[in-house]
């Protein structure tokens, strides 16, 4: 079974500020995707970004990159020039990958506070 | 992206009553899904369908029960509402996307439960 872990309950920057959030999996499979969702206090989950683990580059959305060390098993975000609007729970997520629906497993989540 | 709607988005509820939550999306998923969370946790898979007439218990044992007679409709039913049902329940659906290489989940809204 696919474990993923976040090991920081929550964090507080100031706007503009660059953050790290860390996240950690545990499988045996060599085919996954990983993911990163945010849910804003208004609750809908967004996908904020994508990882393929069979792609050694690291994905990027706009301010929203990623650091995958697929050795290690960690899977970092880092938002860049912060937001107010970026204040979230955040979520790592794995996915293994394959035919028919594929489950997500989620972390315990990040609550992120960006201040003003 | 998905469009996906759940009604209600709240409801309170006695003890006993029977209860069904919807879930509805427009582009036509094949995939899915039905996750709980309880506030400042993460989510737990309890439902997934890949198709219609296609349905299967998730990672957390739940009583509730779902149904997949059309691909755009994935209702959830409880059939007597109990304290320990409160929760928030999400829905989500997905599709493999060649160009993203990658099966993508898409969240409702959710609804937040309360059964008194």
């Known amino acids: 079974a696919q474990t993923v872990t976040q090991s920081q309950p929550e964090m507080s920057v100031q706007e503009a500020e660059t953050v790290t959030l860390s996240c950690t999996y545990d499988t045996s499979e060599s085919n996954y995707y990983l993911f990163w969702y945010k849910q804003p206090p208004s609750r809908q989950m967004i996908l904020v970004i994508r990882?393929?683990?069979?792609?050694?580059q690291n994905a990027t959305e706009n301010r929203f990159s990623v650091n995958f060390q697929k050795a290690a098993k960690s899977f970092s975000l880092k938002i860049s020039d912060s937001q107010l609007g970026d204040t979230a729970m955040y979520f790592c997520?794995?996915?293994?990958?394959?035919?028919?629906?594929?489950?997500?497993?989620f972390g315990q989540g990040t609550r992120l506070t960006i201040n003003p | 992206e998905a469009d996906i709607y759940q009604t209600p988005r709240y409801l309170v509820i006695g003890t006993g009553k029977k209860i069904t939550l919807e879930c509805s999306q427009t582009m036509g998923h094949d995939k899915m899904y039905w996750y709980q969370q309880d506030p400042g946790m993460e989510l737990h898979l309890i439902h997934y369908?890949?198709?219609?007439?296609?349905?299967e218990k998730g990672d957390l044992s739940s009583e509730s029960t779902v149904s997949r007679i059309r691909t755009e409709h994935f209702p959830l039913t409880l059939e007597s509402a109990r304290p320990s049902h409160t929760s928030q329940y999400l829905c989500?659906?997905?599709?493999?996307?060649?160009?993203?290489?990658?099966?993508?989940?898409?969240f409702g809204p959710g609804t937040r439960l309360t059964v008194l």
């Open positions: 989500a659906s997905s599709e493999y996307s060649a160009r993203a290489s990658t099966d993508t989940q898409y």
């Open positions: 997520a794995f996915m293994k990958r394959g035919q028919g629906a594929q489950k997500l497993v």
């Open positions: 990882q393929e683990a069979y792609k050694q």
């Open positions: 369908s890949y198709g219609v007439n296609s349905t």
